[in-house]
C-alpha cells in the first residue's frame, strides 16, 4: 500500500476527477458525494451531528486503486479501532448512524468503501473475494501506522462474508464481528438466496462465463430483493435506497462466480482469531440453522452465535440499541485481554 491518506476536503474537483479514475467513477458520482443522500438512512440521530464528526480519506491499494474511507474519530480516551464493513451493493455511509453510535462509545470507526463500490475507485461491482481481502488488508495496515493495533473487523451481509475471508486471511486483528457468514465454494448460496426459475439455470452457467466475459454485468436484483430487506422501522427507506445515485446495482460476472465458488483463504476449522457471529431472529436471507452451523466449525477460534430477537437483515439501521447491546461487551472483552 502506498503510505499516504487524502483528507476529501482537501482536493480540488480536478484531482478528485483523477483520483477517481473518470472511468469508473464518473462525473455523476463525484457530484454525488456533495448531496448527502445518506441522510435518508439515519433514522435517530441527527445526520448533520453525525456529519461533522466523518472525516473522509483516501489510501492507496498497491496498484494505485483509490480506497475511500470514512473516519469517525474520537476526540479523546480512545478505546480501540473498529472497522466496518458494508454490504451488497451500497457503501460506508449506509451504515453510518450506527457507526456513528459505536464511536460515541469511544472507538475509532473506520468503513471503507470496498474496490469497486461507493466513492472507491475500481469497475464498478467488479471484485473477488481474495481483492476485498488485499482491500480490507490495505485498512488494517493504516489502522496499524495511524490508530494501533487494537482492531476488531465487523461487517454486515456480504460485508460479514467478507470480514470472515479477510479473518482468515489476516491474523493481526484482536478480532471479528461478522453480521451473517457464509463459505461460498460450499455451495452457500443454496441456503442464501435459493434459486428459483431462470436463476437456478444460471447460477451453473455463471463459472464457465465469467471465464469467457468476466466483466459482464448482471442487475443484483435478479437474485436479491431489497424489499424483504427491512422488518419495521426501516421499510419506508428502501425507496430511497433502491434509487440511491451511489448503489452499485450491478455486479460482473467475476463478481458473481466470487460468490459460488471462492474458499477462504485457509480452512474455517483452522481459524484462530475470536468471532462474534450475529444475526437477526427473522433474516429472510442467512437462516440460524446456517450460522449455528459456521459458528460450530469455527472449532478452534473463541466465540458464540448472538441471535437479534424480532430483527430481519437490516440490524445496523433497524436495531442498532440491540446490536449495540450485544457488540460493546465483546469488544471490550477483546480488548481488555489484548492489554
Known amino acids: 500500500m502506498r503510505q499516504h491518506s487524502i483528507l476529501l476536503d482537501d482536493l480540488k474537483l480536478k484531482n478528485c476527477h483523477d483520483l477517481l479514475k473518470i472511468d ?54 480512545v478505546k480501540g479501532t473498529v472497522i466496518f ?15 456513528y453510535r459505536l464511536h460515541e462509545e ?12 461507493g466513492l472507491s475507485g475500481g469497475k464498478r461491482g467488479h471484485f473477488t473475494m481474495k ?39 489476516d491474523i493481526r486483528i484482536t478480532g471479528a464481528i461478522c453480521h451473517n457468514a457464509a463459505i461460498f465454494n460450499e455451495k452457500a448460496y443454496k441456503k442464501i438466496i435459493k434459486p428459483k426459475g431462470l436463476l437456478r439455470i444460471l447460477v451453473h452457467l455463471i463459472p464457465f462465463m465469467a471465464r469467457l466475459f468476466p466483466t459482464w454485468r448482471f442487475s443484483v436484483f435478479l437474485y436479491l430483493d431489497f424489499s424483504k430487506l427491512a422488518h ?40 484462530t482469531t475470536p468471532i462474534l457471529i450475529i444475526n437477526g431472529e427473522h ?29 430481519s437483515h437490516l440490524i445496523f439501521q433497524e436495531y442498532i440499541d440491540e446490536a449495540l447491546k450485544e457488540i460493546i461487551p465483546w469488544i471490550e472483552s477483546l480488548f481488555s485481554h489484548q492489554g
Open 232 to 271: 419495521s422501522k426501516f421499510t419506508e427507506r428502501i425507496e430511497f435506497l433502491l434509487n440511491d445515485p451511489l448503489l452499485t446495482k450491478k455486479y460482473t460476472l467475476t463478481a458473481l462466480r466470487a460468490q459460488l465458488k471462492e474458499p477462504l483463504a485457509k480452512p474455517i476449522e483452522e481459524i
Open 24 to 77: 469508473t467513477l464518473n462525473e455523476e458520482l463525484i457530484k454525488v458525494k456533495d448531496t448527502d443522500y445518506w441522510f435518508h438512512y439515519v433514522l435517530s440521530e441527527n445526520p448533520h451531528e453525525i456529519k461533522k464528526v466523518i472525516q473522509e480519506k483516501y489510501i492507496e491499494l498497491d496498484d494505485g486503486t483509490p480506497i475511500h474511507l470514512d473516519v469517525y474519530e474520537p476526540t479523546q480516551n
Open 283 to 311: 433474516d429472510f436471507l442467512f437462516s440460524l440453522d446456517y450460522m449455528k452451523e459456521i459458528q460450530e466449525r469455527l472449532s478452534n477460534a473463541p466465540g458464540q452465535l448472538v441471535v437479534i430477537k424480532g430483527a
Open 131 to 169: 481483492k476485498f481481502s488485499e482491500t480490507i488488508q490495505a485498512v488494517i495496515n493504516h489502522v496499524i501506522e495511524n490508530h494501533g493495533n487494537k482492531i476488531v473487523l465487523m461487517g454486515s451481509s456480504l460485508g460479514g462474508i467478507a470480514t470472515l475471508y479477510a479473518t482468515a486471511h
Open 106 to 117: 469511544g472507538y475509532c470507526v473506520i468503513s471503507p468503501d470496498l474496490i469497486g463500490h
Open 85 to 99: 464493513i458494508h454490504g451488497t451493493a451500497v457503501y460506508s455511509k449506509f451504515y453510518a448512524e450506527f457507526c
